[in-house]
């Protein structure tokens, strides 16, 4: 069964960091790309970041210069490093599969909590 | 950025009864590879998003033959045959066309 969990969410004071992890089970996972996906509360869906095979990144503007997203095959685990955290990231952060028939994305992890507030 | 558009924002349906949604992009979703990377995603209340459709009209695995895509170039629509209890949520439309990714605004379905 393919599985994405979600860890490290947490309250954060704005102008702080977090690293969140995933880790992957049930499937290949150095042959997938990977994205990260948030939702603000009560807010539809973002797209944050991908990673390629090769780890190629993309970013959406908003977190260019503040995130990075890596990966570490030989653990099964995607990350996301958030820096200079402000109120506007406060969301759900989804682990995402992409796929290996398509351009997009598949399978969903559970989401993980960051919370950016003093 | 391609911008997506659904409409309409918020759907009552009568259960066993058809419904339908549209989603346009701001521009044409079509790569140089003559692909076009338009899926639909279903989200119900506290639960993660998950795939319904890929690549406009494909069923990913698992999905109910109720659910069906269409469209081309810049405008796409889910169907739904008869909608069901447990269709009740969130949908949306995501390109995957153009970084970066986007997503429509999400439908509300809910049970009239």
């Known amino acids: 069964e393919v599985q994405l969990v979600e860890s490290g969410g947490a309250l954060v004071q704005p102008g702080g960091s977090l690293r969140l992890s995933c880790a992957v089970s049930?499937?290949?996972?150095?042959?997938?790309?990977m994205h990260w996906v948030r939702q603000p509360p009560g807010k539809g869906l973002v797209w944050v970041s991908r990673?390629?095979?090769?780890?190629?990144?993309h970013y959406v503007d908003s977190v260019k210069g503040r995130f990075t997203i890596s990966r570490d095959n030989a653990k099964n685990t995607l990350y996301l490093h958030m820096s200079s955290l402000r109120a506007e990231d406060t969301a759900v952060y989804y682990c995402?599969?992409?796929?290996?028939?398509?351009?997009?994305?598949?399978?969903w992890g559970q989401g993980t909590t960051v919370t950016v507030s003093s | 950025e391609i911008v997506m558009t659904q409409t309409p924002l918020s759907s009552p349906v009568i259960l066993g009864q058809p419904a339908s949604i549209s989603c346009r992009s701001s521009?044409?979703?079509?790569?140089?590879?003559?692909?076009?990377?338009l899926s639909w995603l279903h989200q119900r209340p506290g639960q993660p998003p998950r795939l319904l459709i890929y690549?406009?009209?494909n069923q990913f695995s698992g999905v109910p033959d109720r659910f069906s895509g269409s469209g081309a170039g810049t405008d796409f629509t889910l169907k739904i045959s008869r909608v069901e209890a447990e269709d009740v949520g969130v949908y949306y439309c995501?390109?995957?066309?153009?970084?970066?990714?986007?997503f429509g605004q999400g439908t509300k379905l809910e049970i009239k």
């Open positions: 995402v599969r992409g796929s290996r028939d398509w351009v997009g994305v598949d399978v």
């Open positions: 049930g499937f290949t996972f150095s042959s997938h790309w």
């Open positions: 990673i390629d095979t090769e780890t190629n990144t």
């Open positions: 521009q044409s979703l079509v790569d140089r590879d003559g692909n076009t990377s």
């Open positions: 690549k406009i009209f």
């Open positions: 995501m390109q995957s066309t153009q970084f970066p990714h986007t």
